[in-house]
């Protein structure tokens, strides 16, 4: 029999899981890299705006960031890749929010402002899986997103294991490299 655990951990908890061969294999948008892991990037796209249906930013074909100025913004942590890039583009055009909801999930991103709460920065992967109850454009100036894999360096992935890189590396083919929904 097989079992599969998906978990949803922070960067260390997912470095040391791997580091002490209680973790086969990490997919994260987050950096995992390390010179200890054997890392790879699976794909590369770029953060998507997302926002209910009926926001008034919803009819424009893409977010600049200076659309956010004043805007409820709903972000990652401040220790995430994505917010680390929000904040450096906004500083870099004098943008500031209304107000910040914060949190650890971009699931919880796309809950809130599928309520109408605000706009939110995610990866477009999450973004798809909310597209029918969201908005989703593009983020300008672009924010990267990349897919890694990183895998321990104690031993080859199982049989199993690479079953499973190969049906998501697969998936990831599907997807577009810009950020857009197919």
């Given at each position: 029999?097989?079992?599969?655990?998906?978990?949803?951990?922070?960067?260390?908890?997912?470095?040391?899981?791997?580091?002490?061969?209680?973790?086969?294999?990490?997919?994260?948008?987050?950096?995992?890299?390390?010179?200890?892991?054997?890392?790879?990037?699976?794909?590369?796209?770029?953060?998507?705006?997302?926002?209910?249906?009926?926001?008034?930013?919803?009819?424009?074909?893409a977010i600049h960031v200076r659309d956010?100025?004043?805007?409820?913004?709903?972000?990652?942590?401040?220790?995430?890749?994505?917010?680390?890039?929000?904040?450096?583009?906004?500083?870099?055009?004098?943008?500031?929010?209304?107000?910040?909801?914060?949190?650890?999930?971009?699931?919880?991103?796309?809950?809130?402002?599928?309520?109408?709460?605000?706009?939110?920065?995610?990866?477009?992967?999450?973004?798809?899986?909310?597209?029918?109850?969201?908005?989703?454009?593009?983020?300008?100036?672009?924010?990267?997103?990349?897919?890694?894999?990183?895998?321990?360096?104690?031993?080859?992935?199982?049989?199993?294991?690479?079953?499973?890189?190969?049906?998501?590396?697969?998936?990831?083919?599907?997807?577009?490299?810009?950020?857009?929904?197919?």
């Amino acid at each position: 029999s097989t079992h599969l655990s998906l978990q949803t951990l922070g960067t260390t908890p997912l470095r040391e899981g791997l580091l002490y061969g209680q973790l086969d294999l990490v997919v994260s948008t987050m950096a995992i890299a390390s010179a200890e892991l054997d890392a790879s990037v699976l794909h590369r796209s770029h953060a998507v705006c997302v926002m209910h249906p009926q926001h008034r930013l919803a009819a424009q074909d893409a977010i600049h960031v200076r659309d956010l100025q004043g805007q409820k913004l709903l972000t990652l942590n401040a220790s995430d890749d994505i917010f680390l890039q929000l904040q450096r583009t906004m500083q870099e055009h004098g943008i500031e929010a209304g107000s910040t909801i914060e949190t650890t999930y971009s699931a919880t991103i796309c809950s809130l402002a599928a309520q109408g709460l605000g706009i939110g920065v995610v990866n477009p992967y999450m973004a798809s899986v909310f597209a029918r109850e969201l908005r989703v454009l593009p983020l300008q100036p672009l924010c990267a997103v990349e897919v890694v894999l990183a895998l321990p360096p104690q031993y080859a992935p199982s049989e199993r294991a690479e079953c499973f890189i190969q049906l998501l590396r697969e998936q990831l083919q599907t997807m577009p490299e810009d950020g857009a929904q197919p």
